[in-house]
C-alpha cells in the first residue's frame, strides 16, 4: 500500500473499498436469493416424493389387508358370519380409514327367495336384496343374477349397505365384471357411500373368490371400502408428511379424471410461489396421479431466510465495508487477507449447511458433555422439537438406551477421526421412542473436540420386517385354522350326517336340524318338511303304558337336563302312520350360549324280526348244505361214471386184445375217449368255478363281431344236434359287442347245451338278439323244452343247484349255469332265465355295446 500518500487518498481509497463493499453485498444478497429459493423447492420436492411414496405404500397395504381376508374365502369352503366378522376385526385393529369390509356372494334368481330367507332367520328380519337408483334405495328388480352386500364389518354405521345388490350400480357393475374376468384385485373409481351425507369420496377394492372344486365358477366377492379423505389423513401422521403441503389423488384410468381428494383449491395457481409436483403410479388396475402442491412463502423455513436474506446479509456486509473502509489505512493489506479468508470460510459454512440440512438423515452436531451445538431440520422433525429448543438440549434428555455417563465414556474413547456405527433408541418429544442407527465422527473445531452424528430412524424397516414376518404368520395361521374348522366340520358331518342312528337337535318342542337317516327312519321326503312339523307329531297321542306322549316327553325332558343324559324306550309314529320302537339317548348340549337337546335314536322293531331272520338263515344254510351235499353225491356219481366206463372197456380191452375183431376193439377206444371227454368237461367246470371264485380267471376284451362266436358255439354242439335231430335258427347280421370271443363261446355252448338237454328229438332251438337302450345288447337261447319249475327258475344260477325240469327228472352236475353267470357278471352283464308263454325256456344274457374303462372291468 506504499502508492497511499494522503489522506484523500486515503478517504478515497475507503470510500472505494465502502462502495464496493455494497456493491459485493448486492451481489451477494441476489446469490442468496436464488440459492434459497432452490432450497425451498429441493425441499418441497422431497416431501412430494415422501408423499408418493407413502401413499403408494399404504394403499398396497389395503390391498393385501383385502387378500389376506380373501384367503379365508379361498381356503374355506363355507365361511359363517361369526367367522368374518372375528376376521375382519383381526385385520382393522390397527390405525385405518376403512369404512367396511364386506363379503358380497354371487345370487342367482332362482336362489334369491332361500337366501333372503336364510338370512332373515339369522335375525335381520327386514333385509331384502335392494338395488341403488336415483339416489334411492329401493326393492331391487328381477335380475338373472344379484351381488349381494351379505357380510358387513363393522355393521354400526354400515347398516343401509346390508343387502344392496352393487350390480345395480353402472360404475360398481362395470368394476366387478372386471374384477372377475381378471381375476385379481381391481379398484372402483371414485364413488359416494350409500353412509355419507358429505362429500368425502371412497375407493371400493374388490377381489374375486373362485370355487376350489370348481374354478370357473365365481363364488362372489371380498370387498374393502376405503374413504380416502380419512385414508390421507392417516397417511399424513403415520409418515409425519408436512402438513404445509396440499395433496390431491386422482384416478386417471381414462379421459374423465376424477379426484378421490383434492386439497388444491386452498391455493391460488396465479401465484409466483405456487409449486406443484406429481406422480403416477398404478394399483388395482386402475392409474393413480398424486400431486402435492404449496406455496413457497408457507414453508416454515421461508420466514427464516426471509429474515437473513432481509436484514444480516445487508447489515453485514455494510458493517464489513464500513469495517474495511475506517480501517483501511495502515491495515488494508490485513484486512484484504481477512476478506478473503472470510469469504472461504463463509462458502465453506454454506456447503457444509447445505449438505446439513439436505440429508434424509437427521444430525446433530455435540461436544463431549453431550451439549447439541447443531442440528438440521430432519432431526428436529424426527424429535419433534423446534431448532432453538434442540439447541438448547443436551443428548441425554433424547437418548433412552444410554446414560449420560455411558454416553461421556463413548465420548472420551473415540479417538479424532475415527468413525463408530451403533444402534440406539431415542424419545421424540411426545414420549414416544424409536429406534435409530447412529453414525458418529470425532474431529476438532476451533480447539475443542466434538462429534458429528448423522442419525437414520428404523421404524419404518424394523416395521415392514416386522409386518412381513406377521403377515406370513397370519397366513399360515388362518390355514391352520381354516384346516382345524374343516376338520371339525367333517368330523361333525360325519358323526351328524353320516350317523346310521337317528338325530334331532331341538331347543324344547322346537327341532333345530335332523340328519339324513331320521329322515328314512320317519319316512319323510325332505329335511325341510321335518323341520317345519311339531315335535308331537313323530309320536302317538298316547304311548303303550298308557300315558300321553306329551307329558311324558316333557318328563324325559326334565330328567336329561337335570342329570346332563337320560336313555329310555320311545313308541314313534312313521310318516305314513306306522308305530314302531325306537331305543332314545337325550343328552344337553351348550350351542353358541343355548342349550340345546340332542336326541339319538335307533329303531329297535328289527330286533324282532332278527330271531325270525336267524331262524330263516339257519333253514337256508342247512338247505345250502343239503344242495351241497347232494351236489356232492351227484358229482360223485358223475365222475365215477365215465370213469368207471374208462377202466371198464380198458380192462375189456387188455383182456380180449388177442382175440377180439379190430372193430370191437375200436368201439372200446371210441367209449373210453367218450368217458374221458365227459370227466374232462366235469373236471373243467370244477377248475373254472374256482378260478372265477379266486378272482385268477384271465380275460381277453375287445369289439368284435357275435355271429363268429355263436357259429363256433353251434359247432361244438354239431354232433349232439343231429343226434336229436334238433335245428338251429341263428341270425346272420353281423352285430358288434364289447367281450371276450374264448368265454362268451363258453356261455353260448353251455346255454345250447341246456337247450339240447331239454330239447324234444326233431325240435327246433332259436337264437337270436336285440339292442337294450342303445348300449346293451340281449342275446337270447330259447327251446322248446319241458320249462323250469316256477319255484326253481331263480335259483338255476347258483352254485350245487341242479337243473329240475318241469317233469321232475334231473340233469346236469349243478356248476355250468353258475359258471356262465359268472364269466357274464365279469363283463358287466346279466344273465337270467324266464319260462315262454308257448312252453320251453328262454335263457338270456347281456353284453356291452360299447368299449369299458379297465377299472369298470375290476
Not at 431440520?377 to 455411558?406: D, F, H, V, W
Not at 473415540?414 to 458418529?440: D, M, N, Y
Not at 355271429?707 to 344236434?721: D, K, N, R
Not at 362268451?744 to 332259436?766: D, H, M, Y
Amino acid at each position: 500500500m506504499h502508492w497511499i500518500r494522503s489522506n484523500k487518498q486515503v478517504y478515497l481509497l475507503s470510500a472505494l473499498v465502502f462502495l464496493l463493499g455494497l456493491a459485493l453485498t448486492g451481489m451477494r444478497y441476489n446469490f442468496l436469493v436464488e440459492k434459497n429459493n432452490a432450497a425451498l423447492e429441493s425441499h418441497f420436492t422431497d416431501h412430494a416424493q415422501s408423499f408418493y411414496q407413502a401413499v403408494s405404500r399404504a394403499m398396497r397395504n389395503e390391498v393385501e389387508r383385502l387378500e389376506s381376508l380373501a384367503a379365508v374365502f379361498n381356503f374355506s369352503e363355507q365361511v359363517s358370519r361369526n367367522d368374518f366378522n372375528h376376521y375382519a376385526q383381526v385385520l382393522t385393529s390397527s390405525r385405518h380409514a376403512i369404512q367396511a369390509l364386506e363379503w358380497l356372494p354371487v345370487i342367482s334368481h332362482s336362489q334369491r327367495h332361500a337366501y333372503e330367507n336364510s338370512v332373515r332367520d339369522e335375525g335381520y328380519e327386514q333385509f331384502s336384496i335392494m338395488a341403488w337408483q336415483n339416489g334411492e334405495l329401493i326393492s331391487a328388480p328381477e335380475s338373472d343374477t344379484y351381488v349381494v352386500v351379505d357380510y358387513v364389518y363393522p355393521m354400526a354405521g354400515n347398516e343401509r349397505a346390508l343387502g344392496l345388490d352393487v350390480a345395480s350400480i353402472p360404475s360398481q357393475k362395470q368394476t366387478i365384471e372386471q374384477a372377475a374376468v381378471l381375476r385379481e384385485t381391481v379398484i372402483s373409481p371414485p364413488f359416494q357411500l350409500v353412509q355419507e351425507t358429505g362429500d368425502q369420496k371412497a375407493a371400493l377394492i374388490y377381489q374375486p373368490i373362485f370355487s376350489d372344486t370348481h374354478p370357473a365358477e365365481l363364488k362372489g366377492y371380498v370387498l374393502l371400502i376405503l374413504r380416502m379423505n380419512d385414508f390421507l389423513n392417516f397417511v399424513k401422521q403415520d409418515y409425519l408428511l408436512s402438513s404445509y403441503l396440499s395433496y390431491s389423488i386422482k384416478d386417471v384410468t381414462d379421459s374423465l379424471s376424477k379426484a378421490f381428494v383434492d386439497e388444491h383449491r386452498a391455493h391460488p395457481v396465479s401465484s409466483g410461489h405456487y409449486r406443484e409436483d406429481s406422480s403416477l403410479f398404478t394399483v388395482g388396475n386402475r392409474d393413480w396421479e398424486l400431486s402435492a402442491c404449496v406455496d413457497l412463502r408457507q414453508i416454515p423455513e421461508y420466514e427464516v431466510h426471509q429474515l437473513l436474506l432481509n436484514k444480516r446479509p445487508i447489515l453485514n456486509g455494510v458493517a464489513i465495508s464500513l469495517l474495511v473502509a475506517l480501517f483501511v489505512f495502515g491495515y488494508f493489506r490485513f484486512r484484504l487477507v481477512s476478506q478473503q479468508n472470510r469469504r472461504h470460510l463463509e462458502e465453506q459454512r454454506g456447503r457444509y449447511q447445505q449438505l446439513i440440512e439436505q440429508s434424509s438423515d437427521g444430525f446433530y452436531l455435540v461436544n463431549c458433555d453431550g451439549d447439541i451445538l447443531n442440528v438440521n431440520q430432519e432431526a428436529c422433525k424426527m424429535l419433534g422439537y423446534p431448532r432453538s429448543q434442540c439447541l438448547s438440549m443436551n443428548l441425554s434428555q433424547i437418548e433412552a438406551r444410554y446414560t449420560k455417563q455411558e454416553l461421556d465414556a463413548m465420548c472420551n474413547e473415540l479417538k479424532v477421526g475415527q468413525k463408530v456405527l451403533v444402534q440406539s433408541i431415542h424419545i421424540r418429544k411426545s414420549g414416544s421412542e424409536f429406534p435409530v442407527e447412529i453414525s458418529a465422527t470425532k474431529f476438532v473445531i476451533d480447539g475443542h473436540e466434538v462429534v458429528a452424528c448423522f442419525v437414520r430412524d428404523l421404524t419404518e424397516r424394523l416395521t415392514y420386517r416386522a409386518l412381513s414376518l406377521d403377515n406370513s404368520l397370519l397366513q399360515a395361521e388362518l390355514k391352520k385354522y381354516t384346516q382345524e374348522l374343516q376338520e371339525q366340520k367333517n368330523a361333525f358331518e360325519t358323526v351328524f350326517e353320516k350317523s346310521t342312528d337317528g338325530i334331532f337337535l331341538t331347543e324344547g318342542r322346537h327341532i333345530i336340524n335332523c340328519n339324513e337317516a331320521t329322515l328314512k327312519t320317519f319316512g319323510y321326503a325332505s329335511k325341510e318338511r321335518v323341520l317345519k312339523l311339531p315335535s308331537h307329531v313323530f309320536s302317538p297321542e298316547y304311548q303303550p303304558d298308557g300315558e300321553t306322549s306329551l307329558r311324558k316327553g316333557n318328563r324325559m325332558l326334565k330328567q336329561c337336563l337335570k342329570k346332563g343324559s337320560h336313555a329310555f324306550e320311545w313308541m314313534n309314529v312313521r310318516a305314513d302312520g306306522e308305530p314302531f320302537w325306537t331305543d332314545v339317548v337325550l343328552t344337553r348340549l351348550e350351542l353358541y350360549g343355548r342349550t340345546i337337546i340332542h336326541i339319538a335314536f335307533r329303531d329297535i322293531s328289527k330286533r324282532k324280526q332278527l330271531q325270525s331272520e336267524i331262524i330263516l338263515a339257519k333253514d337256508n344254510a342247512e338247505k345250502a348244505n343239503q344242495a351241497k351235499s347232494e351236489f356232492l353225491a351227484n358229482m360223485s356219481h358223475e365222475i365215477r361214471t365215465p370213469l368207471h366206463g374208462i377202466l371198464s372197456y380198458a380192462n375189456l380191452g387188455e383182456s380180449r386184445f388177442e382175440t377180439a375183431d379190430r372193430q370191437k376193439l375200436g368201439r372200446y377206444f371210441s367209449l373210453i375217449n367218450s368217458s374221458a371227454q365227459r370227466l374232462l368237461v366235469l373236471l373243467n367246470e370244477l377248475l373254472d368255478s374256482a378260478k372265477l371264485e379266486t378272482g385268477k380267471m384271465d380275460f381277453h376284451f375287445a369289439l368284435q363281431d357275435l355271429t363268429g362266436v355263436i357259429g363256433q358255439a353251434l359247432a361244438e354242439q354239431e354232433s349232439t344236434l343231429l343226434d336229436k335231430e334238433l335245428t338251429v335258427v341263428s341270425p346272420s347280421s353281423a352285430q358288434v359287442a364289447y367281450f371276450d370271443a374264448f368265454r362268451v363261446t363258453q356261455v353260448l355252448a353251455n346255454l345250447l347245451s341246456n337247450a339240447i338237454k331239454f330239447s324234444p328229438r326233431g325240435g327246433r332251438i332259436k337264437i337270436d338278439y336285440q339292442v337294450d337302450g342303445g348300449q346293451y345288447l340281449q342275446v337270447r337261447v330259447m327251446d322248446q323244452g319241458p320249462g323250469i319249475d316256477e319255484e326253481s327258475i331263480e335259483a338255476v344260477f347258483d352254485k350245487f343247484v341242479q337243473t329240475y325240469p318241469k317233469n321232475g327228472k334231473t340233469l346236469g352236475t349243478g356248476l355250468g349255469l353258475s359258471i356262465c353267470r359268472e364269466i357274464i357278471q365279469a363283463h358287466h352283464g346279466q344273465i337270467w332265465a324266464e319260462n315262454l308263454p308257448e312252453g320251453g325256456t328262454m335263457l338270456v344274457f347281456t353284453l356291452s355295446m360299447q368299449t369299458l374303462r379297465i377299472d369298470q372291468l375290476d
